[in-house]
T-cell receptor, first 112, second 116 residues
Framework: EDQVTQSPEALRLQEGESSSLNCSYT??????LFWYRQDPGKGPEFLFT???AGEEKEKERLKATLTKKESFLHITAPKPEDSATYLC?????????????FGSGTRLLVRP | GAVVSQHPSWVICKSGTSVKIECRSL??????MFWYRQFPKQSLMLMAT?????????EQGVEKDKFLINHASLTLSTLTVTSAHPEDSSFYIC????????????FGNGTRLTVT
């Protein structure tokens, strides 16, 4: 069964303190791995798509990497405005209906 | 680009009444839209896949007669919660994709439904 596990569940950082969020996945062939940011009371905002192991994508203070079993979202020198829940989702090769499987997210709090 | 608008952002209704939620893709055509439900501090659970011009495909355990989905055009899908009960109170989010393979899903800002 396809599955996505994110860790940690919650993370508190001081402003400027870099860290990484983990997304472990089990899927019968990966068609794509997606990272989203979700603010309280809002819908998820698309960040990155990764397709194959070794791929990396960057956007401002965020960098996403992918291996055959997991993805990391690295946050460099975070700011309070980076506080949000970060969601990871995968789409399997066998999926024809674009049914993404989401992890439960990591709630990030960056304190000034 | 790729903006999905969802309306209303919140609604309070009485038990037994019906509520309609609209989801529009503003700057692209979406042949497929998706409806999710999210409980506090939990992830998104797919409820149904809405295809323009055809019947929606519901996930296991989702009552199709309670959650009516209509996708009448390439830019509009609606979710109607019929005969709402307090246990239907939740955060409902729609999403859409542009049609290119592996193009990401873009989400609306969600609708907070409270049934009293």
């Amino acid at each position: 069964e396809d599955q996505v596990t994110q860790s940690p569940e919650a993370l508190r950082l001081q402003e400027g303190e870099s860290s990484s969020l983990n997304c472990s996945y089990t899927v019968s062939g990966l068609r794509g791995l997606f990272w989203y940011r979700q603010d309280p009371g809002k819908g998820p905002e698309f960040l990155f798509t990764l397709y194959s192991a070794g791929e990396e994508k960057e956007k401002e203070r965020l960098k996403a990497t992918l291996t055959k079993k997991e993805s990391f979202l690295h946050i460099t020198a975070p700011k309070p405005e980076d506080s949000a829940t970060y969601l990871c989702a995968v789409r399997g090769l066998m999926d024809s209906s674009y049914k993404l499987i989401f992890g439960s997210g990591t709630r990030l709090l960056v304190r000034p | 680009g790729a903006v999905v608008s969802q309306h209303p952002s919140w609604v309070i209704c009485k038990s037994g009444t019906s509520v309609k939620i609209e989801c529009r893709s503003l700057d692209f055509q979406a042949t497929t839209m998706f409806w999710y439900r999210q409980f506090p501090k939990q992830s998104l659970m797919l409820m149904a896949t809405s295809n323009e011009g055809s019947k929606a495909t519901y996930e296991q355990g989702v009552e199709k007669d309670k959650f009516l989905i209509n996708h009448a055009s390439l830019t509009l899908s609606t979710l109607t919660v019929t005969s709402a009960h307090p246990e239907d109170s939740s955060f409902y989010i729609c999403s859409a994709r542009e049609g290119r393979d592996n193009s990401p899903l873009h989400f609306g800002n969600g609708t907070r439904l409270t049934v009293t």
